[in-house]
């Protein structure tokens, strides 16, 4: 099955720096990639997503890529801010497989003001 | 703005209880999802359900579990007999039609200690 990898785990930055979380996937018939925010004592929220047939999407302060050949994807922020302090999760979807969602490790962003 | 609910936020319970956690899924969406999470580790599925019955279920979802959409609009995870290693968040998540991409939405969780 699927099997997605996201470094780093950790990731601390200065306010108004960029912060670049990136993640692997095994299963070449992956064809969805979200991107999600945990706050403390909340849910996983959507941030962004792409779909394979994208190399690059970008909302404002965020940005993801998408390298199928080497089956790698990328989150991008820019200008962080202390609100952007969080657990982000990758995620990859493959249609054989019931629709679900295979999530990467996480990464612990810190933003120092 | 719709959200995934889920109740309660935390359950404690002693070995070889059954719990049942619930979920109230947005309104239109049709798709449902369990998933735990383990403290320190990975978002893991459980189980997705549509149209009254299980599409999809992990090696995690063995016979102690199961789901149940019980009255249209509430979503039910059961484990009959917990083990300790049951410990974890568990999230619902529901989505809407329109295919894969459409975004699943989470709820906020429940956390189940089993003492």
């Known amino acids: 099955g699927e099997n997605v990898e996201q470094h780093p785990s950790t990731l601390s930055v200065q306010e108004g720096d960029s912060a670049v979380i990136k993640c692997t996937y095994s299963?070449?018939?992956?064809?969805?990639f979200p991107w999600y925010k945990q706050e403390l004592g909340k849910g996983p929220q959507l941030i962004i997503d792409i779909r394979s047939n994208v190399g690059e999407k970008k909302d404002q302060r965020i940005a993801v890529t998408l390298n199928k050949t080497a089956k790698h994807f990328s989150l991008h922020i820019t200008e962080t801010q202390p609100e952007d302090s969080a657990v982000y999760f990758c995620?990859?979807?493959?249609?054989?497989?019931?629709?679900?969602?295979?999530f990467g490790g996480g990464t612990r962003v810190l933003v120092k003001p | 703005e719709p959200e995934v609910t889920q109740t309660p936020s935390h359950q404690v319970t002693q070995m070889g209880q059954e719990v049942i956690l619930r979920c109230v899924p947005i309104s239109n969406h049709l798709y449902f999802y369990w998933y735990r999470q383990i403290l320190g580790q990975k978002v893991e599925f459980l189980v997705s359900f549509y149209n009254n019955e299980i599409s999809e279920k992990s090696e995690i979802f063995d016979d102690q579990f199961s789901v149940e959409r019980p009255d249209g609009s509430n979503f039910t995870l059961k484990i009959r007999s917990t083990k300790l290693e049951d410990s974890a968040m568990y999230f619902c998540?529901?989505?809407?039609?329109?295919?894969?991409?459409?975004?699943?939405?989470f709820g906020p969780g429940t956390r189940l200690t089993v003492l």
């Open positions: 995620a990859a979807h493959t249609p054989a497989a019931g629709n679900k969602l295979t």
């Open positions: 998540a529901s989505r809407g039609v329109g295919g894969p991409y459409n975004e699943q939405f």
């Open positions: 299963d070449s018939a992956s064809n969805y």
